[in-house]
């Protein structure tokens, strides 16, 4: 009977010293989970936060340097097509001026030529007219053109002769730079009699 007390008294105890233990056990896993959970979630958010942070930033970085190109290309193109369209103004207008200058010289040189062939200087009045007339073909004074043609052919080349020409070089190499000026504006033959006219007299004036 007392070894059954004994025995009975000796499992109590275990029972209850393990009751305690696992009770001590559960409130330390309690108390663990309760402090070190939260610290491993914050822990956990922080890293999420952090790595949506960068991306967030990444992405902000990568849309903002394309915004930023496209920007800078819709300047460069807007920028190139007002530097063509400025170009295309100089470019008109100074070959406007240049038509001027040209118009003017020519008439100049026309008029030098009329009195210097009235006062009985061919030779001479035939440089001016050639002058003239270069200018006038650049200046498509096509009007004044002709009329300065025709006193080369009528009033001037068939006063003077072969040995006039050969004393005077440069005037021949004028007249061959008339005769290219005037071959680069044939267009469409616009000039095509002009220049046979012109080739004739001069060709006559060089067997005189």
């Known amino acids: 009977m007392i070894d059954t007390l004994r025995i009975l008294e000796s499992v109590e105890q ?30 956990y958010q922080q890293r999420l936060f952090r790595i949506e942070s960068e991306r967030i930033a990444k992405y902000i970085e990568n849309n903002l340097e394309k915004q930023i190109n496209t920007a800078v290309e819709e300047i460069r193109d807007e920028y190139n097509q007002k530097d063509a369209e400025y170009r295309k103004l100089i470019s008109i207008s100074e070959k406007s001026f240049e038509k001027k200058i040209a118009h003017s010289e020519g008439g100049n040189y026309q008029i030098q030529g009329l009195m210097i062939l009235e006062a009985g200087d061919p030779l001479t009045a035939f440089d001016c007219f050639i002058k ?30 072969k040995n006039d020409l ?43």
Do not use: W
């Open 132 to 161: 003239a007339a270069i200018n006038q073909i650049n200046s498509e004074d096509e009007l004044n053109l002709r009329r300065v043609l025709t006193m080369i052919c009528d009033e001037c080349l068939p006063k003077l002769s």
């Open 14 to 43: 275990f029972y209850s010293r393990s009751f305690d233990k696992l009770i001590i056990i559960t409130i330390a896993i309690i108390t663990c989970v309760g402090v070190i959970v939260p610290i491993l979630v914050t822990l």
């Open 166 to 208: 050969e004393k005077h070089d440069f005037i021949i190499e004028n007249y061959k730079k008339l005769l290219s000026t005037l071959e680069l504006a044939n267009i469409n033959n616009r000039y095509h009699d002009d220049l046979a006219l012109l080739k004739s007299s001069f060709k006559e004036t060089s067997n005189r």
